[in-house]
């Protein structure tokens, strides 16, 4: 890998794993607000679980390819999310039903720029053995099943708060 290709992929990286911070975030925040979701509170308990340990994988994939963690990027993902709770469609006290709705969106968003990226890693194993081909297999298709889940839950949200 050249010089040049070295640092788009670290660019590139770097910025799904801030993604990958903030979409942690967000799935914490939807598990734990499990209530407004029709769905038993261990399926969205072992989905932020995951999401955390595809993160995990990410770092793991990039120490392999022995690219540097821009803390930088973390930090502002990190800060973005947080601030994202502050949008002005929000009711007080009570929390909005759009919100569960527009976070489900939201993190389906994360989840195939997740996807996406995992893709992309698995068309580079091809070509560089520090990837292991059949653990982006198994990412890429946990991605999928990731996406299945909340497109279901979106779609039910929507159909509980518009019908």
């Not at 910025?15 to 975030?25: I, K, N, P």
Request: with cysteine.
């Amino acid at each position: 890998m050249g010089v040049k290709t070295r640092e788009l992929l670290g660019v590139y990286l770097n910025d799904h794993l801030a993604g990958s911070t903030a979409g942690m975030g967000l799935a914490r925040r939807i598990a734990a607000s499990a209530q407004d979701v029709p769905v038993p509170a261990g399926v969205l308990k072992r989905f932020a679980a995951e999401v955390t340990e595809d993160r995990a994988a990410l770092v793991r994939i990039m120490a392999a390819l022995g690219i540097r963690v821009r803390g930088y990027k973390m930090y502002a993902a990190w800060a973005g999310e947080k601030l994202g709770r502050l949008k002005p469609s929000r009711c007080l006290p009570g929390r909005s039903p759009l919100c569960s709705l527009e976070e489900l969106e939201i993190m389906r968003l994360d989840v195939e720029g997740k996807a996406a990226g995992w893709r992309t890693l698995r068309s580079l194993a091809d070509r560089d053995s520090r990837l292991d081909a059949g653990r982006l297999d198994e990412l890429i298709a946990r991605a999928a099943g990731q996406a299945d889940l909340l497109e279901t839950l979106r779609a039910d949200m929507a159909e509980r708060i518009f019908s």
